[in-house]
Every structure is written in C-alpha cells, then in structure tokens.
C-alpha cells in the first residue's frame, strides 16, 4: 500500500491558479508560494463579496492518540460534495511543527483524503506560524528591554504574564529562568518565564479571529504583557511596537489556499491545537470558504468538548458565523478504546467494549445538538471493521436521534464520502438551526467555566486552585470578567484526567491556573495537568523522517 | 524626499519570471513566492552549467553604527555594470529580523540601489532563517528528550554544547536555566543554556557553506552538540533526528531570486552578522551568480577584517571559489570617525580627521592586498560631502597604491556607480590574481588565531583565558585541529575593543571562549565582549515601524 505522501507525490493536480480560477479568483488576484499554494489578500476577499454559503462544522469523539480521521472525514467530505455536483470550499487549520515532529504526525489528511502539497503544509507551508512566534517573541524582547532602559512602565519583573514562544515540543522550556547574564545590559533581567507553543500563543489566536488589520490592531494593543509594582496592568500598545508586530503579521492574516486531492479549493488558515489554545482555523479563511462555495467545511480541532465547544462559545460568539450543521467523526477503534479495549490488544476490541464506549459518542452528540445543531454522526470506515459492530453503531446512533452514515475518504476519497455528503446535503435542507450559546455573556466567570464543566464535560462542579480563584478575582476587578472562557485541558478525556475514558460520571473539573487573552478576548482556565509546552514522545517522528538527496522527503505522516 | 520603502512602492518592477528569462530560466524552473521573489531548485541549478563569470566581493572599511554604504555600493555595482552592458547577477545575503528591529535596519540597499521588495525581503522573505531556527531547535529538543528518556547516549547536561536560537535581539536569553519543571518528564533535566541570534547558528553556516542535500547532511551530522560523562563528543547523526532537519531545510537550501530596482537578478541566500557568524552568503548562491552572469557581484558583512577576512579563509577555501577583484568601501564620515570625529558633532568632521581616520581605510586595502586581490576603493558619496575632503581621498589612494572612485548609488542607481562599474571591469581585464590565505590549514589552531590577530587586525598577540586554552587543548585531542578558524569579534573596531577606532596599535586579542562549528567546518574563537545574542537598543527601530489598515508598510528603513 501507498503511503500518504507516494499518494500525493502521484496526484494529477492543478497550478493553484486553476483552482483559485473555480471560485472567480485571477491569477493577478493571488500571492503565489509555489505552484500549488498561494495567499488571498484581504483587499481581494473584500471585494469578492460575501455570498453566504452553508456552513458544516466537523468535529469528533474524544480521540485516541492517533486521532480518528477527523482531518480525512472533512476532506473526503469536501470531496464528497464536489462528487455529488455542489460547489464546495473548506476552511482547515495549519499544521504545527510540534505534533509534525512528535507523535501524531502532520494534519493534512491521509490516503485518497489530503490538502495538497503535504510536505509543505505540514512543514514551513507560507510561514504564519513562523510569523506568530516572532511577533510573540518580539514583543516580549521589548518589554525585556524596557526592563533594562529604567522600567519606564514600572513593571513588576516577578508579574510578566508574557512568555516565550516557539513551533516545537520543548518541554525542557516549560519553566526556565531568564536573564542571567553578569548586568542588566548585558545579561537583562533576571526572573522566572518559559516557553508556550506557538499554537498556544495569544496571538494566534488574535490571528484566527481577527476580521481585518484594523481589528488585529485593537487586538495586539489589548494584550496584557505584565502589571506594574502596583499591580495596573501593563498593554502591548504601552509597549509601542504593535506597529512592527503588525509588519510581522501581514502577510499571515491572508488565507492560504490549496487544494484536495480531487482539486477542491481549501483555505488553511489558524492553528492547532484545541487543547491548549481555541484551535480552530481562521474567522477570515471560514468566511472566505462561506462567500465562495455554496458549501463551506471547517474542522474543530480535537473532539467536540474542546474544539466545538471552542467554535461555537468563541468563534461564533465573536465572529457571527453560523454553521448550519455538525458532522461527529468516530472510529469503531476509538469507541473500543471508551468502552475499556486496549490499543495494543485487538483480542480486546469487542462487542460490549463498542455498546460501552458509546457512551463518548452520545455525550459529544448530545453536546452538538444542545448548541442546536442538527448532527451526522460520520464513522470513519477501517477495512479490519466487523460489519456486525458497523450495525451496533448504525442502530445505536438511531436511538439516539443521530443521522449515521460510514465513510470511506482514506482508502477511496470523495467517492468514499458520497454518502456522508448526501445526508449533509439532506440535513442542511431542513430548517436552519439556531444556535444556543453554552452560556450567556451576563454570567460570571465562575458560571461560564461551571457552564462548560457540568453541560459540556459532564462534571459534578469545579474546584479551583487558590491561585486561580485569586487570579479570576483580579481579573474580575481589572474589568475582563465579561468574556468567554477558553479551556485548557486534556483532549484524551471529556473530564481533565487523561486516562478516563467513555462520558466520567462522579468528578470535578480541577482550574489549576487562569491566565487572561485580552486581545484575543478570552479567559484561559488551565485544568488538570495540561502543559501549554508539549514534550516530545519517547520514539518521535523526528526520529523517522528523512531527505533523500534529490530532495525527496520520506517518512512524513 | 522619498523613504527607501516610498521608492521601491513607486519602482518599475516586472514579474520575477521576466527577471528569471534573462538568466535562462523558466518560470517551469522556479518555485515563486509572489510575483517577485522565487526559490530556484538545486535540480534546476546543476542543469544550468557551470560557466564561469568574473567573481568581485565588495568589502568596507570599519563601519560606523549605521553602516556606510556598503549594501548600497554593492546594489549600485551590479545596476552600474548593467549600465555599461555588462550581464551581471548579484549574490547578496539575507536580512536578519534582529537588525532589522534594532538599530541598523534591514539590509536591502536603499534610495535608488535596492533589492525588491524590501518590506519582503527585510522580514519574512522566503522562511529560510526561521527554517534554520526550526531545524536548530529540533535538533535541541530531541536532545534534551533524551536525557529525559534515559539519556541512552550518556549526555553529561553540564556539557551541552548544543543551544537554542531565535531570530531576535534578545538579550535575557543568552543565560538561561533551562528544565525548571517539577519531575524529569514534566519539566525536562535542569542545566544553564542560552540563546544565540539564529545568523550565529551552526545551522546558518552549514546552510551557507553546503553544496548540495549530500553535502548539507554529512555537515549537520557532523554537528557536535554535547559531550558525555567520560567527555567524548557526541554529534547530532547519534541523535537520529537529521532527516527531519534535512527536511527542514530542504526549501531553505535552494537560494532565492529577486531584482535590484534596475532589473538586474540578485540571488538573496545565506545570513548576516559577520561579526559572531561567517556572515557571507551561500555557496550555492554565489556559484549561481557566476554561472548565470559574465559579472558576479557578492558582499562581505561588515569590514574587511570580519567577512572579508572570513569570505578569504573559510567559503573559498571550503568551496574553491575565487573572486577576482575586491571592492573595499568607505564614507568620509567613517573615516572621519577613525580619525577621532564625533558622530553627532559635524564640527568635528575635519580634514585633520579625515587624515588621521585614513588609517583604517589604509589598514582593510593592505589585507585584502594581502590576499593577492586588486583592491578599488569606493566612496560612497553623501551629498553633504566636501570636495576638498573627497580630493583628500583620492590622493591618498593613489598614494597606497589602491584604484579610487565616487559613488553615488543611493541618489542615482545604477547611473551613480558607472565610474565604479567601469574602474572594476578595467582591473578585471588584469591578470586574474591568485589568492594568498592568511593562513595555511596546517598551521595549529592557535597560529592560525595569531595569524588572523596579527596580519589582518593588527594586534601584538593573542590572550586565551583558561576556558579558551582547556577547548583548543580538547579540539585538538579531538581531531578538529586542522579547521580553519572563523572569530567573532566586535564589528566597530579592527581590534576586540569597540573603542579603538582607526588601525589600533599596540593591543593583544582576548579570546574569551572557543566553540567547534564541526559541520560547518571551522572553530569559532569569541574574542573581547562580542555577545552571540545582540540586544534590543535603547530606541529600537521596532518602535518605529507602523501597518496601516490598509496593509501599507510605514517606517521599515
């Protein structure tokens, strides 16, 4: 069998000016990188006006280490819906080098299901990530260097809230301590930091909700770096470089657009990650993919308790975009995996380990539709999958109220996806849903974390650490107590404890810290043992790939 | 008057495919990144021949902390020698974000000799630097995993070789402790590390120095990162993890092709700071120019002393090229400066100055005479300056025996630099010089230091601390003895010590510490207080940079 990248090596694709050409865009109207990948200026997305397509939002069961196929059911439904005569665009997120180097390998799809070129996507693809950590990395140098020009902000060295941030599992980077060099001067300040991921970053986050470049202004200018010795907070904008930071950010608040496999124009655009960060790809890239296709389809990172959640409570609140219905992703593997099966063992992958592990699927199910949302529960198809156990889900997910349909985008691409993507169509022809919000802006921070705690996770309640409660409480104070919360947490498990599977019954949501994005405009409630700075696996998949020397990669997944 | 970025705004430009026509290639050979920047793939390159243009390398006198001209001189060499009919192709490197941000700005050229488009070229480009960051910090990440994975290579931490980079001045990086967590796994293992400006990577030289993807791997593996208990060297090819560097940097490797604003092509490929890195640009790149072009035209950072020096004793002796005339350039206001000229006081910029400061000018023209190379001397005209001051020059030139011309770039292009583009091809039209190394490869580390120290800087002798004589003394057991050296020392002055203008007599060289460049091929004594990681200045130019709404660039100089 092939793998994903001999599939892609041998695809008949376009010159990207082909495609974009599918949706009213000139070759003139586009920013090449490459042949097959280019940028959209915003000045061109806003003069191409704003059609309103429907938009399907994808998201999944909680996943097993290896994910389920989310990424391969969006692509291979994009596919779908082009095989079945619709006009179609997708809204993906980009790749981070972490996981792409780490355990779970790069998120372009796989099989017959992929964005093309994967070896760039996955890799440096048009360096937005790259730009995120400098403009990161540049404010924070900025402020450092304040600390050492006579403090003029009076900073508080022990209250910088602003870290570090680079694209790689570092975790050796986590907490470090800085500036120990022999003067200030030379050596800066010392006091304690570390390192997120770039994903992780706020301003990628500002970036994927971003409007236009006035807003991504108001944005970085509302970042709160640190607080002064009396405890005032201290913005990007006092800093005086959100104009450099901006320079940096150019280029990347312009879509990228690609194509699938089967020639279908994808923007991707906004970062991973959903765990620690809101991971879902860009508001502009989705409302791009809403104006030119009469369907749009996006994808939420991880399964629907963080990044679906993430999509309609942040996304949707800020942004205004609607999606008419929620494709959730499951494999049989996983479901196993939530009714007691261990991956290793497939003497455990049973009948009663599938009827318990439904249980994860009918929580995220019932999720989606308290948000209003009419759901497809799409299963994605493993050729080792017993056709009795295909039937257990089908009629499960009939009790359940739930439209269930397999799909087949790995091994035979959009063709594989027919069916999903009639019964989408089918569904987006009923009455267009309306949204209903976890919670209410009104309520308080607390009420919002419980709000998602105990509706959305299935927790008894939430306990807070004494730094989070002191921190909710100046925040409260300092006037940010209105907006929504973004939650960290584990995505292995719908509580914040990795190695409880199914839908946990009988636990509480730990807040061990809660850190402010002002410019982003959220709150970031960290639970359990969640690590803003992954690490690296014992055998990563840095480990495997390699460069021929006619410049040929191998080994990326 | 116009800001440079006004007048690349308002430059007839054409479509880097136009530009690429002229050197033979198709847009079918390029890999565009926008309508004027494009990466040629090595494939394309090795198909294009190998014929052989006349190579000029344009070096300066020490320069003033604005530099004096020399990017400028260099853009208005290759526009002037277009002008008098001559196919020329430039071979200039890349800017670094650090500078830019700082004080010096981008490196781009400015007024009327620029490379297009400046506001592409002086940030993001084509992602190279942040590739190299990339591949530095897997390398690191994937080390510092070992050590938590049962440190199979028995890595002693206290003797990580091996840093982090970041393309910033960030100057509470360069010590650090790093793996503060609270358990191996969670925080990785606690050891002092720091952070180098990604130009002083390794990787940058290897990057710069290598010929081909065989060639770029044997040097990453050859990569020394650390040391183990019983203090052997452990490389980067025990680590596993170079075919996910190589992949890292396979775009990296292929040099990037842009315009002057007069239409000639310019390759733009390998890093700055030839201060605390080898600070030419790539091998590749500078082939490429000598294949494409009758005249290839490539720059040295900084002064004589550091890339001149450096471009001498290490890239030609690695790569066999051969340049065949020198340009060295100066300002009546550098040479003032040397002379004991107060920057800030133009009272003091007098002829007296003038005489004194001509030391420095007389000190660059010998070394590079030294190297068997014909020297002219280019005055990069300042419309402030005095006829009787530039008469001055030219006198004293003819004097030391050295070709003396004006230039004008900055006010008039290519037209400003006829004299100078006529005077090179008039001592091209000599004999080809045969170049003379400062030293020979089998000279020991510490002659080759003295060597360097005495002959090119001028200095009595060489201090080593007894950091400095315990590395030589293991480099040497080691086997790395017969390296080249490649010293970081202060740019402002022809000695260690940034306060000692002209050509300093009767001082010795500090070499403060010694680190092995295994894979790029050389051994890098520090010398004096020289930093691998620059800091922000008290005023950075990251205050001055502004987006407008409209994605206009305001500022970037």
Redesign the interface.
């Known amino acids: 069998m092939q793998t994903d990248i001999e599939i892609a090596e041998s695809a008949k694709v376009r010159n990207i000016t082909e495609i974009a050409a599918q949706i009213g865009l000139s070759s003139e109207d586009l920013?090449?990188?490459?042949?097959y990948i280019a940028?959209v200026?915003?000045?061109v997305l806003n003069k191409k006006g704003t059609k309103k397509g429907k938009l399907v939002l994808v998201t999944a069961v909680t996943p097993t280490p290896a994910g389920e196929g989310k990424t391969v059911t969006t692509i291979s439904l994009i596919q779908g819906l082009a095989k079945i005569g619709k006009k179609v665009v997708g809204a993906l997120r980009e790749p981070s080098?972490g996981p792409t180097?780490g355990v779970k390998g790069g998120a372009t799809g796989g099989g017959m299901s992929q964005v093309y070129p994967m070896?760039k996507i996955d890799?440096?693809f048009t360096?937005d990530i790259?730009?995120v950590?400098?403009a990161h990395?540049?404010l924070?140098?900025?402020l450092?260097?304040n600390l050492?020009?006579d403090n003029p902000l009076n900073i508080d060295p022990s209250r910088i809230v602003w870290k570090?941030t680079?694209?790689?599992?570092?975790?050796?980077?986590?907490?470090?301590?800085?500036?120990?060099?022999d003067s200030k001067?030379?050596?800066?300040?010392t006091h304690?930091s570390g390192f997120l991921i770039t994903s992780a970053s706020e301003i990628s986050a500002i970036l994927a909700l971003s409007t236009?470049?006035?807003d991504l202004?108001k944005r970085l200018e509302s970042i709160v770096v640190a607080y002064t010795y009396d405890k005032k907070p201290v913005t990007a904008g006092q800093l005086?470089?959100v104009?450099?930071m901006?320079?940096?950010l150019?280029?990347a608040l312009m879509p990228n657009l690609v194509q699938t496999l089967e020639g279908q124009p994808v923007f991707i655009h906004g970062f991973p990650f959903a765990n620690i960060a809101h991971g879902n790809n860009s508001v502009i890239a989705t409302k791009a993919a809403m104006a030119f296709g009469d369907y749009a389809v996006t994808e939420a990172g991880f399964a629907a308790d963080l990044g679906g959640e993430k999509f309609m409570d942040i996304v949707c609140r800020q942004s205004g975009i609607r999606p008419s219905a929620v494709v959730v992703v499951a494999s049989i593997r996983a479901l196993m995996m939530h009714g007691g099966a261990d991956l290793k063992n497939p003497e455990s992958f049973t009948a009663d380990a599938l009827a318990k592990g439904m249980a994860n699927l009918d929580k995220h199910v019932a999720n989606m539709k308290g948000y209003g949302m009419p759901v497809v529960v799409s299963i994605n198809h493993f050729y080792t999958d017993d056709p009795e156990h295909i039937a257990m889900v089908r009629s499960h997910c009939k009790d359940i109220g739930a439209e269930c349909v397999m799909s087949d985008g790995f091994l035979k691409g959009g063709e594989g996806a027919v069916e999903l993507a009639q019964k989408v169509v089918e569904v987006l022809e009923g009455p267009k849903p309306e949204l209903q919000f976890c919670y209410e802006d009104g309520l308080s921070v607390k009420q919002k974390i419980e709000s998602v705690a105990t509706k959305i996770y299935g927790a008894d309640g939430v306990d807070y650490s004494p730094a989070a409660e002191k921190t909710i409480a100046q925040l409260v104070d300092q006037g940010y107590g209105g907006l929504p919360v973004c939650i960290a947490k584990t995505q292995y498990s719908l509580s914040d404890n990795a190695e409880l599977k199914g839908a946990p019954k009988g636990w509480r949501l730990n807040v061990r810290e809660v850190n402010l994005s002002a410019g982003a405009g959220f709150i970031v409630p960290v639970c359990g043992s969640i690590?803003l700075m992954p690490?690296?696996a014992?055998e990563?998949?840095?480990?495997?790939?390699?460069?021929?020397?006619?410049?040929k990669?191998?080994?990326?997944k």
């Open positions: 920013e090449q990188y490459g042949k940028k200026p915003l000045d080098m180097f070896w890799l440096e360096g790259h730009a950590s400098a990395n540049l924070s140098a900025v450092e260097n050492v020009r570090k680079m694209d790689m599992n570092a975790r050796e980077l986590r907490h470090i301590v800085v500036g120990l060099g001067l030379n050596g800066g300040v304690e236009d470049y006035a202004r005086g470089c104009g450099s901006m320079v940096i150019r280029d690590m690490g690296l014992k990563p998949a840095a480990l495997k790939i390699e460069l021929t020397d006619d410049g990669i191998v080994g990326l």
